[in-house]
């Protein structure tokens, strides 16, 4: 009971927390309220600090954090580890963590940050980069509500299944 408890309180924290940023910034806020994020009480403060001289500043000052792609295999990876592996290694990650000027895809590029894509705004992240494929890439397939590619390719290592 102490613990439900506690854990509503969490969420109430959070929640009251996103209501502080809400007031400038609506797209995110509303975007995260649909994500499992924010029910799990994960806000903008897990991601962005609590950002005080920025909100005080009316935004004339940076926030405390803003992950670059290079930076959130760190920052989703410490909650996502299963992740964070296979995709360092992967030929994307390797891309992303060097900094290179090839622009890979990092976690958020496939998922989004604030809203979770579903499987076809996933494949738009795709297409965005691998405009052509080899034939081999067929794009027809049964695969109801998951990301076609991730059928043959893992999404994370980009190994052959
Ligand atoms: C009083 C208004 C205000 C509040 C409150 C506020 N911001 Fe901002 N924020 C701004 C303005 C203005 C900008 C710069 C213009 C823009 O990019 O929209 C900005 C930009 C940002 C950016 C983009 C920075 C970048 O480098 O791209 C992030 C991230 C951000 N705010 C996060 C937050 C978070 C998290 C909170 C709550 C803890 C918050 N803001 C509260 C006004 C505010
Ligand atoms: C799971 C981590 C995470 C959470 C939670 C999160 N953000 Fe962000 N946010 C990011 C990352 C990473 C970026 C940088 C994306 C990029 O540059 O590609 C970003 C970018 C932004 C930006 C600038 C770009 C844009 O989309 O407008 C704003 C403003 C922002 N966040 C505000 C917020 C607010 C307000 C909240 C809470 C309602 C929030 N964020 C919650 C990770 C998060
Ligand atoms: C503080 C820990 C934490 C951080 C940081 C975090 N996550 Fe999560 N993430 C979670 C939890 C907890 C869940 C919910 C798991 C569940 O309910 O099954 C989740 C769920 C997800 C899901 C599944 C969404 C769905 O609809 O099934 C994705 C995708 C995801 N996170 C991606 C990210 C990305 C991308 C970032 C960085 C921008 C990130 N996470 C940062 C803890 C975190
Ligand atoms: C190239 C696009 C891409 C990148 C980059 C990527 N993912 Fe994923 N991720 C996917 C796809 C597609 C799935 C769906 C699962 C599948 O089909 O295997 C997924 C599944 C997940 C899940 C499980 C969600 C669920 O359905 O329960 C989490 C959590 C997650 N990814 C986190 C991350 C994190 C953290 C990173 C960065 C370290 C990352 N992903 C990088 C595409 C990507
Ligand atoms: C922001 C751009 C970008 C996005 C988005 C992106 N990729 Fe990539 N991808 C790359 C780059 C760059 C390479 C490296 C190409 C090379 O080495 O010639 C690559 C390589 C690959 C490879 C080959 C891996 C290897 O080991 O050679 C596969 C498979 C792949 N991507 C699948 C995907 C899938 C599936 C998605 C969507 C879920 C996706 N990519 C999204 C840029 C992107
Ligand atoms: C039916 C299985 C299948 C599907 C679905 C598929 N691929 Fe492939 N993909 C392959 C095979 C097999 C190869 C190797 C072809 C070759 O060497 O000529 C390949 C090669 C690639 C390559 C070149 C790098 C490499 O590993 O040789 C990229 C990039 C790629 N696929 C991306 C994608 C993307 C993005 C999607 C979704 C739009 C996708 N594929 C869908 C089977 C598939």
Redesign the pocket.
């Known amino acids: 009971m102490t613990w439900l408890l506690l854990a509503a309180g969490l969420i109430l924290q959070a929640q009251e927390g996103a209501k502080v940023c809400a007031a400038c910034h609506s797209d995110p806020f509303e975007e995260l309220q649909k994500h499992k994020h924010f029910a799990k009480s994960i806000s903008c403060e897990t991601c962005h600090g609590a950002s005080e001289q920025h909100r005080n500043a009316v935004g004339a000052t940076p926030p405390d954090k803003v992950a670059a792609p290079d930076q959130q295999p760190a920052l989703c990876g410490a909650c996502h580890p299963a992740q964070r592996k296979p995709f360092e290694s992967s030929k994307h990650g390797q891309l992303v963590l060097a900094k290179s000027r090839t622009r890979a895809a990092s976690c958020g590029t496939c998922h989004g940050v604030h809203s979770a894509r579903n499987a076809v705004a996933m494949?738009r992240q795709?297409?965005r980069c691998?405009a052509a494929?080899?034939?081999?890439?067929?794009?027809e397939?049964e695969a109801a509500g998951k990301?076609?590619?991730a059928?043959?390719?893992d999404p994370h290592t980009?190994a052959?299944r």
């Open positions: 494949l795709c297409e691998h494929l080899p034939a081999a890439c067929k794009k397939g990301l076609i590619c059928t043959c390719h980009l052959r």
